[in-house]
């Protein structure tokens, strides 16, 4: 055991920068039968029908694909594919680069309960795995339950069982990276106590880790509501969001679209640090998420919504950083490192001008 347990890298989530990794974009003709996947809309994507507000910087990707825009000089605009093991590859090699301890890698309930789903995130997670060993980043999985049903919770428990017979995810010699906390493989769940008419009640996610902490020899880490302290807003009134808590190891409070660079300071003043101490008092594990900032006029069709949450040009996500470090906490949880969509992507986009 003493072997086996000093080929775990990364014992702890203590003391790292992590980010999420959605790894869902595809690209007509890379394999992935996909079409635009996540960059399209309406099964087009052109001029006038895109979901994406940022346009990624492909100067460094082998393979690139060629789309029916144009950039400001005349020049096709290229972009990447999750699908693509060099484009994976890459970003590994940035996270190296720049400091990003590793990522959670989203695996949505929805999407892998259909096998065009479950192929493209085993292959993303396979190229992810292989990746992370050769640059040294921590990696974990992380389910979201968006768009779930009570039904599908079980789908998500076949699926952990499924990732250690094809991956042996946890095994510490053939994934010497896979993140750990309080001595178990670290498994994290997003979308516990959400206020927003979710199909699967909290009750669902209850009998869910329950069930995952007593029978895989796991640790949790829950994505949870920014107001779940207060059990109002963005989180429901429901003490039993509390009791979930407390059976977990790791919270990590939602931050995305819940102030800007001028209320930061109001509302994180009254939140983070009464957050730290309940956590502290409870033997929970903190970890504050922060974002760059946030666009989706595309997404929303809606122009209003382009720059909704301006990035102050760095200085918004610093501000949060630095905030989270003063009230104490230890660990990041960056959100994301590639998402475009929602203009919260991290990795090298190109500039308004380009």
Wanted: aromatic letters at 14%; glycine letters at 6%.
């Amino acid at each position: 055991n003493d072997l086996i347990d000093s080929n775990i890298l990364y014992p702890s989530y203590e003391g790292l920068t992590m980010a999420g990794y959605q790894g869902w974009f595809t690209a007509e003709g890379d394999g992935a039968n996909r079409g635009w996947y996540h960059y399209q809309k309406d099964g087009r994507f052109e001029p006038g029908n895109s979901s994406i507000d940022f346009w990624p910087d492909v100067s460094e990707y082998d393979n690139i694909y060629e789309t029916k825009f144009k950039h400001a000089d005349g020049s096709i605009a290229y972009t990447y594919s999750s699908f693509d093991e060099k484009s994976i590859d890459l970003h590994f090699k940035w996270m190296k680069e720049y400091g990003i301890d590793g990522v959670f890698m989203q695996r949505f309930v929805v999407e892998i309960k259909n096998p065009t789903g479950k192929k493209h995130f085993n292959k993303v997670l396979h190229s992810a795995l292989k990746s992370a060993k050769k640059f040294g980043r921590a990696i974990s999985i992380m389910y979201d339950l968006s768009g779930c049903t009570s039904e599908d919770m079980a789908i998500l428990l076949e699926d952990w069982d499924e990732l250690q017979q094809v991956f042996s995810l946890v095994n510490n010699i053939e994934n010497p990276t896979y993140l750990h906390h309080n001595n178990k493989p670290l498994l994290a769940i997003w979308g516990v106590g959400f206020n927003d008419n979710r199909k699967y009640t909290i009750e669902d996610t209850d009998q869910l880790i329950t069930y995952l902490i007593e029978k895989n020899d796991v640790s949790i880490m829950l994505g949870v509501p920014y107001f779940w302290r207060l059990l109002e807003r963005d989180a429901e009134k429901n003490p039993l969001l509390h009791t979930i808590i407390k059976k977990s190891d790791i919270i990590m409070p939602w931050t995305v679209g819940r102030y800007n660079s001028d209320s930061y300071k109001k509302i994180s003043s009254i939140i983070l640090d009464e957050d730290l101490q309940w956590c502290d008092y409870n033997n929970v594990y903190y970890v504050p998420s922060v974002f760059p900032g946030f666009s989706w006029g595309n997404l929303k069709n809606d122009s209003k919504l382009y720059n909704q949450i301006s990035r102050n040009k760095g200085e918004f996500f610093w501000q949060q950083v630095t905030g989270a470090k003063f009230s104490g906490a230890k660990s990041l949880y960056l959100a994301m490192f590639d998402e475009v969509d929602e203009g919260t992507a991290l990795f090298k986009s190109l500039r308004s001008s380009d």
